[in-house]
């Protein structure tokens, strides 16, 4: 039995959009505020915000580039997550195996003799678990607060290695148990071992974009695969259901602790925990030809560290390789609505990337999103597919629900342009859509497989 | 033999939705946004619909088998006619957004000046609104920014495939994952030839399903409510065809007819014509003795 404590760090998701985004690239002024109350009332009896707000068509239509391709761009990196936790789901049998071994975070037993009994268990259990993760947000908070960047860098370090050797090393050698392959020890260190050191290289510091992308996405699946064989029954559907309500609360009240973060961060006009992020683009590239326009502070981008499984910092390294927090920072105040969730910091940012052609006004944004909702995507799709009489039906309605959730998650910070939970919508979707379709869909289907009946 | 049935049937279902999905969708990140929310509206459909029946079965007398065969039968139609509505109201929503987005493009249609939406070209009610920047932030992505009724053909089009891909895979895939399995065929007395025709028969689903999007949209566009009739009695008479399986010759050569009825129909409807048909031919010609 391992100790997980290092990895329930979670804070969980929430969506940000970047109320510095309206300033005019060329002019460095901070965000007023009142932009920012601006940008933070929905759009009443006029048009979408994100309209009326900067002076240039140049920034209005950057704003609004942000469309198609960034959904798209989002959706490759989820499905990708649901398709490894779903072929390891099916294919091994060890994730769905009850040991009755549980987290420490979960400590009541759902093996209870009465119904009552068990819900009351499970209740408890979400409870503590969502208690903890409010406790490492407000921990991270203060940390952040009081500029304790080494105390989290040391710990998203010291999570990310525990993740990347000893679990893909379980993982392993459940696959090779599944398969029947026989490997010796020598082998598997080896194998291990570059594993491990060329993921902590990636994903800390500098390496090629796909290869970090896949050990983003290979860690939220582990991680993910982790939460379905360890959380019992009623306790993954509530912890779910819990998760979001909360991602709602802490991002969208104004003591929530998410958007505390999120407001320091800006004041500090730093890259608000850089770490964590999957990001669908190379930004380095472009930095070079900006760089000259900043020339800030040196302060150090801070890892953030939230959740659950304290996920590596990705997109920005600590060290310069292109991306200095500087430039980090202004890139922020030259993009669009910027998504961050929590949780493991889930951002969704639009960072402009790269491209040959000298960039003016057509400039090629990518995406981030944090690896927390990675998580809670594939854990869902994960259970439906591991527990779910109807099978691959359930599975397919609960990820086409998760997709559209995302999308409309993702129109919504278009219209209103302020930190937004990311998790809600999609799980919401997600859980309805499982239920539904394991209890009403499948019989239906079933009976009409069986008649050959076509609607 | 599980595994070349699995691979037979698996192909045999999705090869063509698959091969347009890769030619004409994958390129363009609206369309798949498109084909994913088609893929949706469909779910919801057979949701409340199974919503439906399972109340009727669980108001009726679960021992009575042939009241159990007619819910069905009735579970069968009321879902037909269901997926069509959500088809109605899919087309709907496709066309609100495309509208909104050519009302206030430029007449170069790509540059959309986002002044120009927000001054005065809008309702003032937020939904048209939420409407109008979901188009405009789904149009932004894509490769073609003309916001006409191409444009909306080729949604509708997509949508359709979208209802088809879903349509299939419900059918499909709990049977392509019994099928790698161990196991005989219709060991019981039943035609050994379940697979194959469960295949052909999602096969001809889905491209119908692709069709009527087309010809949906035809129908709504120059206001033939004929064509939209005809659209859901096809539907409703596919669906009654498969239910004289397992009597198999009844139900599935007229449904491959009716297949290659709708494409014909869907193909002149859309603008295709006999010549265009002849000059892809001869270009494909020339291009081959040219190169």
């Known amino acids: 039995v391992f100790d997980l404590s290092q990895h329930f760090l979670s804070v969980p998701p929430c969506l940000r959009s970047n109320d510095g985004t309206e300033v005019n690239r060329h002019t460095e002024t901070t965000p007023s505020r009142n932009e920012v109350e601006l940008n933070g009332q929905p759009p009443t009896a006029r048009p979408p915000q994100v309209l009326t707000d900067s002076e240039e068509d140049e920034d209005e239509e950057l704003t609004l580039k942000y469309g198609a391709k960034h959904v798209i761009m989002l959706f490759v990196p989820v499905t990708l997550c649901m398709v490894v936790v779903v072929a390891t789901i099916k294919s091994v049998s060890f994730y769905t195996q009850k040991d009755g071994q549980q987290l420490i975070y979960t400590p009541f037993r759902e093996d209870t003799e009465t119904v009552g009994q068990r819900a009351l268990n499970s209740m408890l259990n979400a409870f503590i678990m969502i208690g903890v993760i409010l406790v490492m947000t407000l921990v991270l908070v203060v940390l952040y607060k009081y500029r304790c960047y080494k105390v989290i860098q040391a710990w ?40 491990g050191v060329v993921g902590m290289i990636c994903i800390h510091w500098k390496g090629p974009l796909r290869l ?22 009623w306790t993954a559907w509530l912890i779910l259901a819990a998760i979001s309500v909360y991602d709602l609360l802490a991002v969208l009240c104004p003591k929530g602790p998410l958007r505390i973060l999120v407001e320091t961060a800006q004041e500090r006009n730093e890259t608000i925990f850089p770490a964590l992020i999957y990001s669908s683009t190379v930004v380095w590239l472009f930095n070079m030809a900006d760089s000259a326009e900043t020339g800030n502070n040196s302060s150090h981008p801070v890892p953030q560290q939230e959740n659950q499984v304290a996920m590596a910092p990705t997109a920005q390294p600590e060290d310069d390789g292109g991306f200095t927090p500087a430039w980090v920072n202004q890139q922020q105040h030259q993009l669009g609505p910027m998504q961050s969730s929590e949780d493991s910091r889930r951002e969704i940012q639009e960072l402009p990337s790269a491209r040959p052609p000298p960039v003016e006004d057509d400039e090629e944004r990518g995406v981030k999103l944090g690896l927390g909702d990675f998580i809670f995507y594939s854990m869902l799709v994960g259970k439906a597919s591991a527990t779910a009489s109807g099978d691959w039906n359930t599975t397919i309605a609960c990820f086409v629900a998760i997709l559209i959730g995302l999308c409309l998650t993702l129109l919504l910070l278009a219209i209103f342009k302020k930190a937004l939970p990311a998790l809600p919508i999609s799980i919401t979707f997600g859980l309805v859509f499982y239920f539904a379709t394991d209890n009403l869909v499948r019989p239906f289907m079933d009976q009409l497989a069986v008649h050959q009946f076509y609607i | 033999m599980t595994l070349a049935v699995f691979f037979g049937c698996a192909f045999i279902a999705f090869g063509p939705a698959f091969a347009l999905f890769v030619f004409t969708v994958a390129k363009d990140p609206l369309r798949v946004i498109i084909l994913i929310a088609g893929a949706f509206f469909w779910l919801l459909s057979l949701l409340l619909s199974s919503l439906v029946w399972f109340i009727a079965i669980k108001a009726s007398n679960s021992q009575d088998l042939t009241l159990q065969r007619g819910l069905l039968i009735f579970g069968v139609f009321f879902s ?6 959500f088809r109605f109201a899919y087309y709907r929503l496709l066309r609100k957004a495309t509208e909104g987005l050519a009302a206030i493009s430029d007449d170069d249609g790509s540059a959309i000046s986002v002044r120009q939406m927000a001054y005065g070209k809008l309702c003032l009610c937020s939904a048209e609104n939420s409407l109008v920047l ?26 359709g495939l979208g209802f088809g891909i879903m349509s299939g895979a419900f059918s499909m895939i709990n049977i392509l994952s019994d099928s790698l399995g161990p196991g005989t065929v219709g060991i019981f007395g039943d035609s050994q030839y379940y697979f194959i025709i469960t295949a052909l028969m999602t096969l001809a689903l889905t491209l119908l399903h692709t069709f009527w999007g087309v010809l949906f949209f035809e129908g709504c566009e120059k206001s033939r409510w004929w064509v939209i009739a005809a659209v859901v009695s096809l539907h409703l008479l596919v669906a009654g065809l498969s239910l004289l399986n397992p009597l198999y010759e009844g139900s599935l050569p007229p449904v491959y007819g009716i297949t290659l009825l709708m494409g014909v129909w869907a193909f002149f409807s859309s603008g295709g014509s006999l010549h265009s048909l002849n000059a892809l031919c001869t270009r494909r010609k020339a291009e081959g003795e040219s190169s």
């Open chain 2, 134 to 159: 979901l188009g405009f932030m789904l149009h932004s992505g894509s490769l073609d920014g003309r916001f006409d009724q191409m444009s909306l053909c080729v949604s509708c089009a997509v949508a």
């Open chain 1, 156 to 195: 998203l370090f010291f999570s990310n290695l525990l993740l990347l050797f000893f679990f893909s090393l379980i993982y392993l050698g459940e696959v090779f148990k599944t398969y029947n392959v026989a490997m010796d020890y020598f082998t598997l260190a080896v194998i291990i071992w570059n594993f």
């Open chain 1, 212 to 233: 970090q992308q896949a050990y983003l996405i290979m860690i939220s699946a582990l991680m993910a695969l982790v939460f379905i064989k360890y959380l019992p029954e």
């Open chain 2, 80 to 85: 037909v006619l269901l997926q069509e509505v």
